[in-house]
């Protein structure tokens, strides 16, 4: 089984703060998926890397895939309570059935107006 | 679009019942997955399929079942149920693999007492 780390596991923080969330592996990482979960939803998907080094945007949300493709960050700037959720990673292998998504455990954000 | 429906929303057992939590897709999706989120934790892989008459056990198979008799629909069956399957079960589906967005259900609330 492989094991994606995330981090901070929980994080609270002001309205109009910036805040960065990881998730890194000792695998490496065919592609990497972004969720974020709110409370009694499924997980909805944000972003999928692919390549070595690639960065997305998304409004205030950039994410970036690590060169070696073993790890992923999550920055989100100007954060706002509509921010708020539980940001998961999700990653499939090189050598692994491509059906299986792999997921951390989660970072539970919380905005404060 | 109905998307990815999953029912019952919440269900009690007792120790020892049998169960079967419905999911059915109508985005004509190839691969489905059934997962299990405990609190504090990312999902658990149960049971995914690729297509009609083709199932493979996940990360924790043990104690559930499951059957793909059509593209639409893939149950999950809960035999004896026992405490530790206390959870929130949610199901998946994508169009191609786990590279490609994977579409949840709202999840079922069961709790075995």
């Known amino acids: 089984t492989q094991l994606l780390e995330q981090s901070p596991q929980f994080l609270s923080i002001q309205e109009g703060e910036n805040l960065t969330v990881y998730c890194n592996s000792s695998?490496?990482?065919?592609?990497l998926q972004w969720y974020r979960q709110e409370p009694g939803e499924g997980p909805v998907l944000l972003v999928t890397v692919v390549t070595g080094g690639e960065v997305k945007k998304l409004k205030r949300l950039t994410f970036q895939f690590g060169d070696a493709r073993k790890d992923s960050s999550l920055h989100i700037t100007a954060a706002q309570p509509g921010d708020t959720g539980l940001y998961l990673c999700a990653g499939t292998y090189s050598g692994a059935g491509s059906y299986q998504l792999t997921f951390g455990k989660g970072t539970k954000l919380s905005v404060i107006p | 679009n109905a998307g990815v429906t999953q029912t019952p929303k919440f269900r009690i057992l007792k120790i020892g019942q049998s169960m079967t939590l419905q999911c059915a897709q109508d985005m004509n999706h190839n691969y489905m997955y059934w997962y299990r989120q405990d609190p504090g934790m990312g999902l658990k892989l149960i049971y995914y399929?690729?297509?009609?008459?083709?199932?493979d056990k996940g990360e924790v198979p043990n104690g559930y079942n499951v059957s793909r008799s059509t593209t639409e629909d893939f149950p999950l069956r809960l035999e004896l149920a026992a405490p530790s399957q206390t959870s929130v079960y949610f199901c998946a589906s994508s169009y191609v693999a786990a590279n490609t967005e994977a579409f949840f259900g709202q999840g079922t609330r069961l709790t075995v007492v």
């Open positions: 399929s690729v297509g009609a008459g083709i199932t």
């Open positions: 695998s490496v990482f065919s592609s």
